[in-house]
T-cell receptor
Framework: DAKTTQPNSMESNEEEPVHLPCNHSTISGTDYIHWYRQLPSQGPEYVIHGLTSNVNNRMASLAIAEDRKSSTLILHRATLRDAAVYYCILRDPHYGQNFVFGPGTRLSVLP | NAGVTQTPKFQVLKTGQSMTLQCAQDMNHNSMYWYRQDPGMGLRLIYYSASEGTTDKGEVPNGYNVSRLNKREFSLRLESAAPSQTSVYFC???????????????FGPGTRLTVL
């Protein structure tokens, strides 16, 4: 599996946008970029995923660099409930859906 | 819909004891997974089942066995628990007819296991 690199922690103020970066310089052409998050004392939950184009859903936006060597998860207005560990994961669907979760980025949201 | 449920929520074992962690999903998903999460770390895949009747090893299968009892249920067994197996265990499921087409994984609330 291609490796991802994320900052260990980030802070944001409530109601401000948050940009969570992920570097994946060894990404292959068939790797999808997935984001999950884990709220305190809960299992992870799906946030968003994409391959080449930017993606939007009700939770977040995913901006993918043109060379695909990096991506950014964007929370448009952080709330206290968004405080969680965010995981950026690469996976080629031809190898199944067995994710490898790294340590992720711990996001703190300040009121 | 309850989603993915896990029992028990907490368990303390002594070294050498055995136990089975239960997982069930009511979303008619084909694929199910068992992960462990050690303090301050990400999740690591123990075993997965792409469909009823099949199971495969993940990243850290040693010391564990699994059973895909039916489409709904996927259990994880520790035959002889060791302190190194102290962890939080998460079960997950994902849908679709092929495990090679991406489907979102849904996770249970976890079982916190301590082995003394």
């Amino acid at each position: 599996d291609a490796k991802t690199t994320q900052p260990n922690s980030m802070e944001s103020n409530e109601e401000e946008p948050v940009h969570l970066p992920c570097n994946h310089s060894t990404i292959s052409g068939t790797d999808y970029i997935h984001w999950y998050r884990q709220l305190p004392s809960q299992g992870p939950e799906y946030v968003i995923h994409g391959l080449t184009s930017n993606v939007n859903n009700r939770m977040a936006s995913l901006a993918i660099a043109e060379d695909r060597k990096s991506s950014t998860l964007i929370l448009h207005r952080a709330t206290l409930r968004d405080a969680a560990v965010y995981y950026c994961i690469l996976r080629d669907p031809h190898y199944g859906q067995n994710f490898v979760f790294g340590p992720g980025t711990r996001l703190s949201v300040l009121p | 819909n309850a989603g993915v449920t896990q029992t028990p929520k907490f368990q303390v074992l002594k070294t050498g004891q055995s136990m089975t962690l239960q997982c069930a999903q009511d979303m008619n998903h084909n694929s199910m997974y068992w992960y462990r999460q050690d303090p301050g770390m990400g999740l690591r895949l123990i075993y997965y089942s792409a469909s009823e009747g099949t199971t495969d090893k993940g990243e850290v299968p040693n010391g564990y066995n699994v059973s895909r009892l039916n489409k709904r249920e996927f259990s994880l067994r520790l035959e002889s628990a060791a302190p190194s197996q102290t962890s939080v265990y998460f079960c997950a499921s994902s849908g679709g007819t092929s495990p090679y087409i991406y489907n979102e994984q849904f996770f249970g609330p976890g079982t916190r296991l301590t082995v003394l």
